[in-house]
């Protein structure tokens, strides 16, 4: 099964607009981490957050925000006022504590967002 | 200071000639990791390494692929015989993974493979 789920494989929007992008999780873990990264078409994947999962309080950084909801499994993203240099490809991952094998990730498929000027 | 380094950025090579990636780590970090991620796909993970043992090699593809890490830093990933569907981007990530717990990993640029 999936741990990580990113339903929307692309996504166009125009310049200005706000675009949301979903994330669902599966874990049976109580501790685990959520990320989000971005890769644009240099393709170098840059990380933009991480969430602990005791921690549910949304967050905000400039036109960026996440918002994680443990009772729906969802870190989702949002983008205000999006600009051209959104334009990437988003990944969303989940991270467990495995006593034996070290942190392991789990990414979604990815979703493709592109921004119309 | 540096992130994570790859080389070489791009590879082309023939159909059944070996190869070898290499991936410098960010300096003090001791985990690291190996995905594949094909055109347009996500990522694939290969191998994972804590120090220079690797507890995770679960995602090797096949037994061409192997990887080694020694020092505790730089890693070499290994393809043998390559098959035109080993062509992908070879992307290295590390972790500081220090006194346990879940450790952010850091992405290096990648090495694209072509194999003709």
């Known amino acids: 099964a999936q741990k990580v789920t990113q339903a929307q494989t692309e996504i166009s929007v125009v310049e200005k607009e706000d675009v949301t992008l979903d994330c669902v999780y599966e874990t049976r873990d109580t501790t685990y981490y959520l990320f989000w990264y971005k890769q644009p078409p240099s393709g170098e994947l840059v990380f933009l957050i991480r969430r602990n999962s005791f921690d549910e309080q949304n967050e905000i950084s400039g036109r960026y925000s996440w918002n994680f909801q443990k009772s729906t499994s969802s870190f989702n993203f949002t983008i205000t006022a999006s600009q051209v240099v959104d334009s990437a490809v988003y990944f969303c991952?989940?991270?467990?504590?495995?006593?034996?094998?070290?942190?392991?990730?789990?990414f979604g498929t990815g979703t493709s967002l592109t921004v119309i000027p | 200071g540096a992130g994570v380094s790859q080389s070489p950025s791009n590879k082309v090579t023939e159909k059944g000639k070996d190869v070898e990636l290499r991936c410098d780590p960010i300096s003090g970090h001791t985990a690291l990791y190996w995905y594949r991620q094909s055109l347009g796909q996500g990522l694939e993970f290969l191998i994972y390494?804590?120090?220079?043992?690797?507890?995770?090699k679960s995602g090797l593809p096949s037994d061409r692929f192997s990887a080694e890490r020694t020092g505790g830093s730089v890693s070499t990933l290994t393809i043998q015989r390559t098959q035109q569907e080993d062509s992908a981007v070879y992307l290295c990530a590390s972790s500081f993974r220090g006194g346990g717990g879940i450790d952010t990993q850091y992405f290096g640029p990648g090495t694209r493979l072509t194999v003709l």
């Open positions: 390494f804590q120090g220079n043992s690797a507890p995770d």
């Open positions: 991952a989940l991270s467990e504590a495995a006593l034996n094998t070290g942190n392991q990730f789990y």
